[in-house]
């Protein structure tokens, strides 16, 4: 019964096992019991159970291994992200070392009497050489007057300057044999990269989830009772426009006399796959608004004059609804951390209200959520 499964919940909100530091006879006896349970939690409760639920994984992975309880609890748990890796560094520029060496050479050269460059300018190449031309003849008759180490050093200085030259064009020019094979190494790169972008953004495509895919009805509790099972949860019949009251299930037994749930107006999510909670159908959930301990727990109060059957609007989200919402995309889990109420009480999605003709909801609890 529920009022059991809240002890159990408390008591493991400050501890990872029952009694101890490690699975135990009682984990064991108290998993299969509860595990019926905790398998058919609606969305809605799932924070309601946080604790109990997270035990129950626990002990599932580690101890049921061989699938004893059936079926199995399938959690959605939030997933580390890792950042992207850093930019490469840019590379060097391969010029650069042979223009050093070129400034190195050159006063060498500089040195000759017999050559036109003074010492002032010997750090520098002249425009002759720089050019592949060939030097003054008085520059040109220097290497036989001085000897052979001035001649390496003004073949070195004038050699750096073209294969420095030569060799970017050498790299844009690939021969016949490297072309093709280059070409192919670039295409089978970019293939991959290219595959992995448009698969990334499929995904992110496929995984987007937003509010108007959520089918919300203003409607009226025509009748409500116990559920018949369960301690916590309320067995209403709501009339949100149709041919006949829609019957749902709520656990606000703990949170709301069942006097204020008579003839009150609620919104109902309406495209929820129909779920079975203790052996009785729903087909929906009612929108409530709830504190961060979840001690207080309201339905969203609903401006007066609203037609029956009037469907919930946010600006900027205008897209016909899912005919039904499937529960494993976890839609319903990917919303919720967006549907919050402000400082006022004003249910929000992304800062924005949730709206009908005659003004946006409200609600007794601010800067809560609405689940």
């Known amino acids: 019964m529920d009022d059991k499964l ?3 919940n408390e008591h493991l909100a400050s501890r990872s096992f029952l009694v101890g530091g490690a699975a135990s006879l009682a984990d064991l006896v108290i998993y299969a019991l509860v595990h019926p349970a905790a398998v058919a939690f609606p969305a809605a409760q799932t924070l309601h159970f946080c604790n109990l639920l997270r035990w129950v994984d626990l ?8 699938g004893f309880c059936q079926p199995r609890l399938v959690l959605n748990r939030p997933r580390f992200v890792a950042p992207p890796p850093p930019a490469p560094p840019a590379p060097k520029v391969a010029a650069a070392p042979a223009a050093a060496d070129a400034k190195g050479a050159a006063p060498a050269a500089g040195k000759d009497k017999v050559g036109r460059h003074d010492d002032a300018r010997a750090p520098r190449v002249c425009g002759c050489e720089a050019a592949g031309k060939p030097a003054a003849d008085g520059a040109a008759a220097a290497p036989k007057k001085e000897g052979k180490k001035e001649p390496a050093a003004a ?3 004038a050699a750096a300057p073209a294969a420095a030259a030569a060799a970017p064009a050498a790299a844009a020019v690939p021969s016949k044999e ?9 295409g089978a790169a970019a293939a991959p990269a290219a595959k992995k972008e448009g698969g990334g953004a499929a995904k992110k495509e496929e995984e987007e989830a937003t509010i108007d895919m959520l089918d919300c009805r203003v409607g009226r509790i025509v009748k409500v009772g116990p559920h018949p099972n369960a301690d916590s949860l309320y067995l209403e019949e709501i009339d949100v426009g149709e041919d006949k009251p829609r019957q749902v299930i709520s656990g606000l037994r703990n949170f709301v006399p069942v006097e204020k749930m008579q003839d009150r107006v609620v919104v109902v999510v309406c495209n929820l796959k129909p779920a079975k909670m203790r052996d009785v159908m729903s087909y929906g959930m009612v929108l409530c608004a709830s504190d961060d301990a979840h001690g207080t727990v ?3 109060g609903v401006p007066q004059g609203v037609p029956l059957g009037e469907r919930l609007t946010v600006e ?3 897209a016909a609804p899912l005919e039904e919402v499937n529960p494993k995309k976890k839609i319903l889990e990917r919303l919720f951390p967006d549907m919050k109420t402000d400082a006022a009480g004003v249910p929000t999605y992304k800062g924005k209200p949730f709206l009908t003709s005659k003004g946006p909801l409200a609600s007794t609890v601010p800067n809560g959520w609405v689940k």
């Open 6 to 8: 809240v002890k159990i």
């Open 59 to 66: 002990i599932q992975a580690t101890q049921d291994g061989a």
């Open 155 to 157: 073949a070195a200085a």
């Open 178 to 186: 490297g072309g093709k094979e280059g070409k192919k190494k670039d």
């Open 298 to 300: 309201d339905p969203v």
């Open 316 to 318: 900027g989200f205008s």
